[in-house]
């Protein structure tokens, strides 16, 4: 297995990329289904989820493809002919936003079989929202053999309340909605910009969505959508880490490519750590003070602190000065970078979905491993700033999520590699 090792010290400086959004790019790939023919989607990062879901499309039988050379951002998919709506456990098990493809199925081919994701490393993350939304549409749901199978001649127009916040849920019951007769009222949705990326997709398509990035979406439903040239947004969470990356190196490194009103809350906490965070048009300048502040923390739903930046930001706390309190409100386990910034000498102590973080003066690097996307990102942020070389091991969880994301840090001055197996 790959992994990273990270000499700790160098000051990050220069200019850095961010890639597309890995959570905007899965549910549009997952919207391919809902046209005939072919659509193609620019800036889509080259990452292990990516390439999961065009498996998932592929197994169906959609035609998939990533382009190559200078078209090396491009995937096109193409729905034409008979469809085999079902999204297998093997390939669900290894990423649960294959889930993504359940509303499109059903709406646009009347059946839909798709395994059940199951708990995962940051919580027990259930579906039930998704279920919710699409019985409200009409649709039959049946539980059998470990897969949620759904039926529905057409479905119908409905009022949905959810009643947990759910980004896919918001997503996958939008997508249904799209192709149902009549209108849908959703209600207490998700309002990540990512939601509204997919609204704005689907209206491309002819869909007719209204108030995607509110709480409260309308949708008319359509006849039928057609497929779509779409680039998808940037990454703020990518964004957000390369940020803290400045921060934590004591570093001035400008961020391009990105949307500063998507990175509010990120930007704010960054300030009050004492850094120097300057948004332009499409980009974000982080410049680090000498000494960082502690500052607390609470993740929420957006436009809240992201639940996909708390990680990284313990990393930086690890270091501030003073002793910073970080809730987490969205998974009920999604700590496990704590042990292993343990490891590297930070002082962190866990009561229940709070962490209390004791700034050190020096991390010292060690072997490290990770268990989802974002802990690893922490971990080889703490690394970036820890005496000596660390190892991050595990790096597949990384690469779900970052496209060559030491390749961006080398960029910038840090001393790390990659070590293949
Ligand atoms: N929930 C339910 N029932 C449901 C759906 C969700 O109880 O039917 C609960 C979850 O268990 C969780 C909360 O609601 O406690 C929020 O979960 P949500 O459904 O919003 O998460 P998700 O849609 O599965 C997306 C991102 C995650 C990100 C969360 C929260 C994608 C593909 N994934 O997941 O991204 O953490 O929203 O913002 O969009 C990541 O990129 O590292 C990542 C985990």
Redesign the pocket.
């Given at each position: 297995m790959d992994k990273i090792i990270v000499k700790g010290g160098p000051r990050l400086e220069g200019e850095v990329a961010v890639s597309g959004a890995?959570?905007a790019a899965?549910?549009i790939l997952a919207s391919a289904l809902l046209a005939d023919g072919k659509s193609v989607y620019r800036n889509v990062p080259d990452l292990a989820d990516v390439k999961t879901m065009l498996k998932v499309l592929g197994t169906m039988g959609c035609g998939t493809a990533r382009l190559t050379g200078e078209q090396a951002d491009v995937c096109e998919v193409e729905v034409h002919g008979p469809i085999h709506p079902e999204a297998p456990y093997d390939l669900v098990k290894t990423m649960?936003?294959s889930v993504?493809v359940l509303g499109p199925l059903v709406a646009r081919f009347g059946r839909a079989r798709v395994s059940m994701p199951g708990g995962c490393a940051?919580?027990?993350?259930?579906?039930?929202?998704?279920?919710k939304g699409l019985k409200a549409l009409g649709a039959d749901i049946h539980l059998t053999e470990g897969y949620v199978e759904a039926t529905a001649k057409r479905l119908t127009g409905g009022t949905v309340n959810f009643d947990?916040?759910?980004?896919?849920?918001t997503e996958n019951v939008m997508m249904a909605a799209a192709l149902a007769r009549g209108r849908s009222v959703l209600e207490n949705c998700?309002r990540?910009p990512?939601v509204e990326e997919l609204a704005r997709v689907l209206n491309k398509m002819g869909a007719r969505i209204e108030g995607a990035g509110t709480s409260v979406i309308t949708i008319e439903g359509v006849e039928a959508l057609k497929p779509v040239e779409h680039a998808i947004l940037p990454d703020r969470?990518e964004a957000g880490t390369l940020m803290v990356a400045a921060a934590i190196t004591g570093g001035d490194v400008l961020v391009t490519h990105v949307v500063p009103e998507h990175l509010e809350a990120v930007i704010l906490k960054l300030r009050e750590t004492g850094c120097t965070v300057s948004p332009e048009a499409r980009s974000i300048r982080v410049k680090a003070p000498r000494v960082l502040h502690s500052v607390d923390v609470k993740t929420t739903?957006?436009p809240g602190f992201?639940?996909?930046m708390q990680a990284q930001l313990m990393a930086l706390m690890t270091v501030a000065e003073g002793t910073a309190v970080i809730s987490e409100r969205?998974?009920?386990n999604r700590f496990m970078h704590v042990p292993e910034l343990h490891r590297m000498g930070a002082d962190i102590t866990i009561e229940g979905h709070t962490a209390v973080v004791k700034g050190v003066r020096t991390l010292s690097g060690a072997p490290v491993m990770a268990t989802?996307?974002?802990a690893s990102a922490s971990l080889v942020l703490a690394g970036l700033r820890a005496e000596g070389k660390s190892e991050v091991q595990r790096i597949y969880h990384l690469d779900r999520?970052y496209e060559r994301l030491e390749q961006k840090l080398r960029g910038l001055g840090a001393d790390i590699q990659r070590v293949k197996a």
């Open positions: 890995k959570n899965l549910p649960r936003a993504l940051i919580g027990a993350r259930p579906i039930d929202q998704h279920l947990v916040i759910t980004v896919t849920g998700a990540e990512e969470i739903e957006h992201p639940t996909d969205i998974f009920e989802d996307l974002r999520g």
